[in-house]
Protein backbone atom coordinates (compact mmCIF):
# COMPACT_ATOMS: atom_id res chain seq x y z
CA UNK A 1 0.00 0.00 0.00
CA UNK A 2 1.43 3.63 -1.08
CA UNK A 3 2.03 5.81 1.82
CA UNK A 4 2.75 9.84 1.79
CA UNK A 5 3.68 10.96 5.12
CA UNK A 6 4.23 14.82 5.35
CA UNK A 7 5.61 16.58 8.57
CA UNK A 8 7.19 19.84 9.66
CA UNK A 9 4.41 22.62 9.22
CA UNK A 10 4.07 25.08 11.99
CA UNK A 11 3.39 28.57 12.69
CA UNK A 12 6.22 31.24 11.15
CA UNK A 13 6.66 34.56 11.25
CA UNK A 14 7.14 36.28 7.75
CA UNK A 15 10.49 36.36 6.20
CA UNK A 16 11.21 32.77 8.15
CA UNK A 17 12.35 29.42 6.91
CA UNK A 18 10.83 26.30 6.89
CA UNK A 19 11.75 22.56 5.70
CA UNK A 20 8.73 20.21 5.53
CA UNK A 21 9.30 16.34 4.37
CA UNK A 22 7.16 13.53 2.72
CA UNK A 23 8.31 10.46 4.23
CA UNK A 24 7.13 7.20 1.46
CA UNK A 25 6.12 3.62 1.59
CA UNK A 26 4.95 0.90 -0.38
CA UNK A 27 6.48 1.57 -4.15
CA UNK A 28 9.73 2.11 -5.55
CA UNK A 29 10.79 5.43 -3.96
CA UNK A 30 13.65 5.92 -6.64
CA UNK A 31 10.80 5.30 -9.87
CA UNK A 32 8.38 7.82 -9.23
CA UNK A 33 8.68 11.91 -9.55
CA UNK A 34 7.04 13.34 -6.60
CA UNK A 35 5.10 16.81 -6.09
CA UNK A 36 3.99 19.57 -3.84
CA UNK A 37 0.31 20.40 -3.62
CA UNK A 38 -0.98 23.12 -1.90
CA UNK A 39 -4.00 24.47 -0.35
CA UNK A 40 -4.54 27.57 0.78
CA UNK A 41 -7.57 28.02 3.60
CA UNK A 42 -10.80 27.71 1.30
CA UNK A 43 -9.26 27.97 -1.86
CA UNK A 44 -8.89 25.82 -4.96
CA UNK A 45 -5.48 23.11 -5.25
CA UNK A 46 -1.98 24.83 -6.24
CA UNK A 47 1.12 22.88 -8.03
CA UNK A 48 3.93 24.41 -6.25
CA UNK A 49 6.69 21.88 -7.33
CA UNK A 50 7.97 18.16 -8.95
CA UNK A 51 10.71 16.48 -8.32
CA UNK A 52 11.87 13.99 -10.95
CA UNK A 53 12.75 10.12 -9.50
CA UNK A 54 16.69 11.02 -9.50
CA UNK A 55 16.02 14.84 -8.50
CA UNK A 56 17.00 15.66 -12.34
CA UNK A 57 14.36 17.48 -12.95
CA UNK A 58 12.86 19.75 -10.94
CA UNK A 59 9.64 22.67 -11.61
CA UNK A 60 8.37 25.48 -9.80
CA UNK A 61 5.35 27.40 -9.76
CA UNK A 62 5.89 31.17 -10.39
CA UNK A 63 5.26 32.09 -6.97
CA UNK A 64 7.87 30.13 -5.14
CA UNK A 65 10.62 29.76 -7.83
CA UNK A 66 13.47 31.28 -6.33
CA UNK A 67 11.99 31.27 -2.22
CA UNK A 68 11.35 27.15 -2.87
CA UNK A 69 13.77 24.20 -3.55
CA UNK A 70 11.97 20.72 -4.04
CA UNK A 71 14.54 17.89 -3.34
CA UNK A 72 15.00 14.24 -2.51
CA UNK A 73 16.40 10.82 -0.72
CA UNK A 74 15.56 8.51 -2.35
CA UNK A 75 17.87 6.58 0.45
CA UNK A 76 15.74 7.85 3.33
CA UNK A 77 12.76 7.89 0.96
CA UNK A 78 11.92 10.46 1.28
CA UNK A 79 10.80 14.22 -0.41
CA UNK A 80 11.32 17.65 1.06
CA UNK A 81 10.31 21.10 0.21
CA UNK A 82 12.99 24.08 1.66
CA UNK A 83 10.82 27.01 1.92
CA UNK A 84 12.58 30.29 2.17
CA UNK A 85 11.79 33.78 2.50
CA UNK A 86 7.89 33.25 3.87
CA UNK A 87 4.90 35.45 2.67
CA UNK A 88 1.63 35.27 4.68
CA UNK A 89 0.02 34.03 1.09
CA UNK A 90 2.17 30.68 1.61
CA UNK A 91 -0.49 29.86 4.34
CA UNK A 92 -1.88 26.41 2.91
CA UNK A 93 -2.03 22.92 3.44
CA UNK A 94 1.16 21.67 2.09
CA UNK A 95 0.05 18.20 0.01
CA UNK A 96 2.39 15.33 -0.95
CA UNK A 97 1.95 13.83 -4.32
CA UNK A 98 3.26 10.59 -6.23
CA UNK A 99 3.31 10.85 -9.99
CA UNK A 100 2.49 7.67 -11.87
CA UNK A 101 5.88 8.03 -13.72
CA UNK A 102 9.20 8.87 -13.34
CA UNK A 103 9.24 12.40 -15.64
CA UNK A 104 6.34 13.82 -13.98
CA UNK A 105 3.99 13.59 -16.74
CA UNK A 106 2.27 10.05 -15.42
CA UNK A 107 -0.68 12.24 -13.46
CA UNK A 108 -0.66 12.45 -9.59
CA UNK A 109 -1.63 9.16 -8.33
CA UNK A 110 -1.41 9.27 -4.48
CA UNK A 111 -1.37 11.44 -1.81
CA UNK A 112 -0.24 12.58 2.02
CA UNK A 113 -2.84 13.77 4.55
CA UNK A 114 -0.89 17.12 4.11
CA UNK A 115 0.74 19.58 6.75
CA UNK A 116 -0.35 22.91 7.51
CA UNK A 117 2.22 25.87 7.40
CA UNK A 118 0.78 28.80 8.80
CA UNK A 119 3.00 32.87 7.90
CA UNK A 120 1.87 34.98 10.31
CA UNK A 121 3.44 37.62 12.77
CA UNK B 1 0.76 29.15 -18.50
CA UNK B 2 -2.39 26.77 -19.28
CA UNK B 3 -5.23 28.13 -17.80
CA UNK B 4 -8.14 25.40 -16.45
CA UNK B 5 -11.92 26.40 -16.41
CA UNK B 6 -14.27 23.97 -14.69
CA UNK B 7 -17.85 24.48 -15.13
CA UNK B 8 -20.22 24.81 -13.55
CA UNK B 9 -18.63 26.21 -10.41
CA UNK B 10 -21.56 23.90 -8.09
CA UNK B 11 -24.22 22.12 -9.33
CA UNK B 12 -27.19 20.40 -6.95
CA UNK B 13 -28.30 16.89 -7.99
CA UNK B 14 -30.12 14.00 -5.86
CA UNK B 15 -28.05 10.12 -5.53
CA UNK B 16 -28.77 8.32 -8.59
CA UNK B 17 -28.86 11.30 -10.73
CA UNK B 18 -26.35 11.21 -14.05
CA UNK B 19 -24.00 14.53 -13.44
CA UNK B 20 -21.05 15.47 -16.02
CA UNK B 21 -18.67 18.16 -15.42
CA UNK B 22 -16.63 20.18 -17.62
CA UNK B 23 -13.06 21.52 -17.48
CA UNK B 24 -11.40 23.87 -20.58
CA UNK B 25 -8.00 24.02 -21.74
CA UNK B 26 -6.67 27.53 -22.89
CA UNK B 27 -4.63 25.57 -25.84
CA UNK B 28 -4.49 21.72 -26.20
CA UNK B 29 -2.86 19.33 -23.75
CA UNK B 30 -3.53 15.95 -25.54
CA UNK B 31 -5.01 14.10 -23.09
CA UNK B 32 -2.77 14.98 -19.77
CA UNK B 33 -5.54 15.31 -17.94
CA UNK B 34 -6.51 14.21 -14.42
CA UNK B 35 -9.16 14.88 -12.63
CA UNK B 36 -9.67 14.55 -8.24
CA UNK B 37 -12.32 14.43 -5.33
CA UNK B 38 -11.69 16.24 -2.26
CA UNK B 39 -14.32 16.02 0.77
CA UNK B 40 -13.80 19.05 3.48
CA UNK B 41 -10.94 18.52 5.67
CA UNK B 42 -9.52 15.61 3.40
CA UNK B 43 -7.14 15.35 1.26
CA UNK B 44 -7.73 14.81 -2.58
CA UNK B 45 -8.22 11.52 -3.85
CA UNK B 46 -7.38 10.92 -7.53
CA UNK B 47 -10.05 9.38 -9.47
CA UNK B 48 -9.02 9.52 -13.88
CA UNK B 49 -5.44 9.87 -15.16
CA UNK B 50 -4.90 10.44 -19.12
CA UNK B 51 -8.12 11.77 -19.19
CA UNK B 52 -10.14 8.70 -19.28
CA UNK B 53 -8.42 5.74 -17.00
CA UNK B 54 -9.80 5.31 -13.97
CA UNK B 55 -6.61 5.16 -11.13
CA UNK B 56 -6.99 1.59 -9.30
CA UNK B 57 -10.38 0.96 -6.63
CA UNK B 58 -11.96 3.83 -8.28
CA UNK B 59 -15.52 2.80 -8.94
CA UNK B 60 -16.86 2.28 -12.40
CA UNK B 61 -19.56 4.67 -12.17
CA UNK B 62 -16.91 7.37 -12.88
CA UNK B 63 -15.44 7.95 -16.28
CA UNK B 64 -13.53 10.48 -17.83
CA UNK B 65 -13.41 11.73 -21.91
CA UNK B 66 -11.87 14.39 -23.98
CA UNK B 67 -8.59 15.39 -25.35
CA UNK B 68 -7.13 18.62 -26.94
CA UNK B 69 -9.33 21.38 -25.26
CA UNK B 70 -11.87 19.98 -23.78
CA UNK B 71 -12.74 17.17 -21.08
CA UNK B 72 -15.78 15.86 -19.07
CA UNK B 73 -15.82 13.98 -15.85
CA UNK B 74 -19.00 11.88 -15.98
CA UNK B 75 -20.81 10.41 -12.84
CA UNK B 76 -23.27 7.82 -13.95
CA UNK B 77 -25.14 7.37 -10.65
CA UNK B 78 -24.23 9.62 -7.88
CA UNK B 79 -24.27 7.84 -4.53
CA UNK B 80 -23.98 9.33 -1.14
CA UNK B 81 -20.29 9.16 -0.58
CA UNK B 82 -20.02 11.07 -4.28
CA UNK B 83 -20.80 14.57 -2.72
CA UNK B 84 -17.33 16.91 -2.86
CA UNK B 85 -15.72 19.23 -4.97
CA UNK B 86 -13.93 17.89 -8.22
CA UNK B 87 -10.73 19.22 -9.77
CA UNK B 88 -8.97 18.71 -13.02
CA UNK B 89 -5.56 19.14 -13.68
CA UNK B 90 -3.73 19.64 -16.65
CA UNK B 91 0.07 17.83 -16.50
CA UNK B 92 1.00 18.70 -20.19
CA UNK B 93 3.08 21.02 -19.80
CA UNK B 94 4.76 23.32 -16.70
CA UNK B 95 3.62 25.15 -14.46
CA UNK B 96 0.96 22.16 -14.29
CA UNK B 97 -2.57 24.12 -13.63
CA UNK B 98 -5.68 23.17 -11.82
CA UNK B 99 -8.85 23.93 -12.25
CA UNK B 100 -11.07 25.97 -9.65
CA UNK B 101 -13.27 23.43 -8.43
CA UNK B 102 -16.93 22.24 -9.19
CA UNK B 103 -18.77 21.71 -5.19
CA UNK B 104 -21.02 18.77 -5.96
CA UNK B 105 -24.01 19.29 -3.49
CA UNK B 106 -27.05 17.46 -2.37
CA UNK B 107 -30.33 18.98 -3.86
Known amino acids: EVQLVESGGELIQPGGSLRLSCVAS????????LSWVRQAPGRELEWVST????????NYADSVRGRFTGSRDNSKNTLYLHMNSLRVEDTAIYYC??????????????WGQGTLVTVSS | DIQMTQSPSSLSASVGDRITITCRAS??????LAWFQQKPGKAPWSLIY???SLQSGVPSRFSGSGSGTEFTLTISSLQPEDFATYYC?????????FGQGTKVEFK
Open chain 1, 26 to 33: GFSFSSFA
Open chain 2, 89 to 97: QQYYSYPQT
Open chain 1, 51 to 58: VGGNSDNT
Open chain 2, 50 to 52: DAS
Open chain 2, 27 to 32: QGIGRY
Open chain 1, 97 to 110: AKDGNYYGSGGLDH
